[in-house]
C-alpha cells in the first residue's frame, strides 16, 4: 500500500481494504488515524486475534461510521478487543518509529512485519493512517 493509494482518499482506502479482507488467512484489519491513534474502520474478527482481558456482558454495543458511511455495530468484545490491540500497535509503531530516527533521522518507518507462531500482522504506516493486517500464519 504506498502514499499514492492512501492519498486518493476514503475511496481508494475502502477499496483496498475490501481487497484486502477477501484473501485467504486474513482475520482482521484495523484503520487508525496516524496523528491520534483512534480507530476509524475495523473488519473481522479481533476477538480471534487477542481475547479481551474483561468481557463484559453488560456492556452495550457501539456504533461505528465507516468511510463510505456505513453503520456498522460491534459487539462490546470487539470493540474492547480492538481498542487494546490499537492501543499496543501505537506503542509498537512509536517505539519502532524512534529506532529508525535514532538510527538514521532522514530515514522513515514504511512497513513492520510482526510473525508469531499463531498469526502474522502487517503494519503499514502512512501520513494519514496506520493499517494493521492481521492474518494466519501458514504452516512450517
Same mark, same amino acid.
Given at each position: 500500500?504506498?502514499?499514492?493509494?492512501? =492519498?486518493? =482518499?476514503?475511496?481508494?482506502?475502502?477499496?483496498? %481494504?475490501? +481487497?484486502?479482507?477477501?484473501?485467504?488467512?486474513?482475520?482482521?484489519?484495523?484503520?487508525?488515524?496516524?496523528?491520534? /491513534?483512534?480507530?476509524?474502520?475495523?473488519?473481522?474478527?479481533?476477538? @480471534?486475534? +487477542?481475547?479481551?482481558? @474483561?468481557?463484559?456482558?453488560? %456492556?452495550?454495543?457501539?456504533?461505528?461510521?465507516?468511510? @463510505? =458511511?456505513?453503520?456498522?455495530?460491534?459487539?462490546? @468484545?470487539?470493540?474492547? /478487543?480492538?481498542?487494546?490491540?490499537?492501543?499496543?500497535?501505537?506503542?509498537?509503531?512509536?517505539?519502532? =518509529?524512534?529506532?529508525?530516527?535514532?538510527? !538514521?533521522?532522514? !530515514?522513515? %518507518?514504511?512497513?513492520? +512485519?510482526? +510473525?508469531?507462531?499463531?498469526?502474522?500482522?502487517?503494519?503499514?504506516?502512512?501520513?494519514?493512517? %496506520?493499517?494493521?493486517?492481521?492474518?494466519?500464519?501458514?504452516?512450517?
Amino acid at each position: 500500500m504506498s502514499d499514492s493509494v492512501l =492519498g486518493a =482518499g476514503a475511496d481508494a482506502l475502502e477499496e483496498t %481494504l475490501g +481487497r484486502i479482507t477477501k484473501k485467504a488467512g486474513v482475520k482482521a484489519t484495523i484503520v487508525l488515524d496516524r496523528a491520534s /491513534g483512534a480507530i476509524l474502520k475495523t473488519s473481522g474478527q479481533i476477538t @480471534s486475534v +487477542r481475547k479481551t482481558k @474483561s468481557l463484559s456482558s453488560s %456492556l452495550p454495543s457501539q456504533t461505528t461510521t465507516s468511510f @463510505s =458511511g456505513e453503520v456498522a455495530t460491534n459487539a462490546p @468484545s470487539d470493540d474492547q /478487543g480492538a481498542e487494546e490491540l490499537a492501543a499496543m500497535v501505537w506503542t509498537f509503531i512509536s517505539t519502532a =518509529g524512534s529506532l529508525v530516527q535514532e538510527l !538514521d533521522a532522514e !530515514d522513515e %518507518l514504511k512497513l513492520l +512485519r510482526l +510473525r508469531t507462531k499463531k498469526q502474522e500482522l502487517v503494519i503499514v504506516p502512512d501520513a494519514k493512517y %496506520l493499517l494493521i493486517v492481521v492474518h494466519d500464519t501458514p504452516p512450517a
